[in-house]
């Protein structure tokens, strides 16, 4: 399994190129489908100056887990990097990187946007903004449509 939980910043592009080569991958996959989110600098019309994200660790890490064995039992997915940040992140940041290999881009990337749909919608995850009038917990997610 190669799901990981940051509490540091990460370069998203260093992450995918540095698992490929320490996969052992070489040239068996003929697609890589990736996702990254990062931090917007509003939200709800509002300005964000910062976000929290909190989370319990092992309820998280088994709930990732759990993401990447789904995916690739549904999908004939040769690997599969799911990394999510946690604590303060700014503007800008990455919040979260995910990157399926495949021998065929159907498959990269039915799992790429299935895995970030569930975890946007479905993951142990809680998270305070910090706005112009305060802080305030997020009881939902926005729309990703």
Known sequence: MTSHISATAFDPWHAINDHQQQSGLDSQFG???TFIGSMRDFNDNTDVSQ???EHYPEMTSRYLDKLELEA???WPLLDCLIIHRVG???PADPIVLIA????HRRAALDACSWLIEELKHRAPFWKK???QDGERWL????DGS
């Open 139 to 142: 009881e939902h997610n926005t």
């Open 31 to 33: 697609a890589t489908a």
């Open 51 to 53: 976000m929290v994200l």
């Open 88 to 90: 303060e992140i700014n």
């Open 100 to 103: 399926c290999w495949s021998a």
């Open 129 to 131: 903004e910090t706005r």
């Open 72 to 74: 690739r039992e549904r």
